[in-house]
């Protein structure tokens, strides 16, 4: 007998029926207060020796259509190994399609990366030399928020992840840059430890991350539109960081995130605000240039349409930031499908590659501030 499940961390699923595993019905929940959906993942049980066809009845009504062009689910039996299985969208259904090898397994609509595993990381990233780690506050739903600084130099460079809790990509992206940075063998980290002082945020949303979410806290808040006016009642997540980029100001900023809809990785910058300038133009090219020549996972041919002069969005971190500071503040994306550069149809855009992709980052902000 099949059981289908979500009522676990992270969990994003209801299930009408599971009667026939050829003609099984989905629908993605919301999230709590908010009416954002489109990130799934659940638990298959007795599934082995069945070809499964699911069918995500509430598609048509997500957050981002844009986002099931092209796309193809994630499973994986062990929450680490992940891989691609056939999936479509048509007649405003989404169906996923698999014979799994294993009575237990799970889908996702990304690589899941639940609170569980955070914590398991962060108690062995506490362990390094290499990092100071505080607590900076507390979640709505009481949970800790980690900071971590490394390096003792003039500059203040600031990286947050996952302000969306359904880009798990930021997640796994913080797991291959905070071990270069405690690497003693890694010259960038070496280098870097020198002139600059970096100030970690690993997870931003991990109450929207508990609770399955995509995009908001537990308020119901989208933590990347409350920057310019956020509270410790709705937003404290921004507010605490916020407060202490105060106190250490800011030289440099990059927000890790995950687009649904655009198949590649690209940089988004402050373009546009007020006080935007040649100069800004020119340091955000630099880096994104140094990026291109160290990655083969990176392009500038595709991203976001740029704003109106002067019309930028200040509720949105890399705006707010970047005008408030006036430094160099971007917001990297990357995919929820195979990066259409150096695509890798098995696994799509992967763990692993978000891991690889952010010791390449950690190499062009030694060379950008060296």
């Known amino acids: 007998m099949i059981k289908i499940t979500s009522d676990f961390d992270h969990g994003n699923i209801d299930c009408g029926t599971a009667d026939d595993p050829g003609n099984i019905e989905l629908r993605i929940k919301p999230d709590g207060k908010a009416d954002f959906f489109q990130w799934f993942y659940y638990r298959v049980d007795g599934a082995e020796g069945y070809s499964l066809t699911m069918r995500i009845k509430n598609a048509a009504k997500a957050s981002y259509l844009g986002g099931w062009k092209n796309y193809n689910a994630v499973t994986s039996t062990d929450g680490e190994k992940w891989t691609r299985v056939e999936t479509s969208y048509a007649d405003d259904v989404l169906t996923i399609s698999d014979a799994p090898s294993a009575d237990t397994v799970y889908y996702a609509y990304f690589a899941a990366y639940p609170t569980t595993r955070y914590r398991e990381f962060m108690a062995e990233t506490k362990k390094s030399a290499a990092l100071e780690h505080a607590i900076i506050g507390q979640t709505l739903d009481g949970q800790d928020i980690d900071y971590f600084k490394f390096g003792e130099g003039e500059k203040q460079l600031w990286v947050i992840a996952r302000q969306h809790p359904g880009e798990t990509m930021g ?123 160290e990655s083969k996972d990176f392009q500038d041919k595709e991203g976001y349409p740029t704003p109106p002069p002067g019309n930028a969005n200040l509720d949105i971190a890399t705006n707010y930031v970047g005008e408030t500071w006036r430094c160099l503040a971007m917001t990297l994306e990357m995919p929820f499908k195979d990066a259409k550069v150096n695509p890798k149809p098995d696994v799509g855009w992967s763990p692993e590659r978000c891991r690889s992709f952010a010791r390449e980052h950690l190499n062009v902000m030694a060379k950008y501030f060296g």
């Not at 797991?175 to 280098?191: H, I, K, R, T, V």
């Not at 250490?248 to 690209?266: K, P, Q, R, S, Y």
């Not at 402050?270 to 133009?281: C, H, I, K, L, Q």
């Open 171 to 293: 997640s796994w992206w913080m797991e291959g840059f905070l071990p270069a940075l405690c690497d003693e063998s890694n010259a960038a980290a070496g280098a870097l430890r020198n002139f600059a002082t970096v100030h970690i945020i690993p997870c931003m949303n991990l109450d929207g991350s508990a609770r399955g979410h995509l995009r908001t806290n537990a308020a119901g808040i989208d933590l990347n539109r409350a920057w310019r006016n956020t509270t410790m009642d709705k937003s404290p997540e921004v507010y605490l960081v916020r407060e202490k980029m105060r106190e250490t100001g800011v030289d440099f900023f990059l927000d890790v995130h995950g687009d649904e809809a655009i198949a590649n990785n690209f940089l988004d910058s402050a373009e546009n605000v007020p006080s935007w300038t040649d100069e800004d133009a020119a340091r955000f090219n630099h880096f994104s240039d140094l990026l291109l020549k």
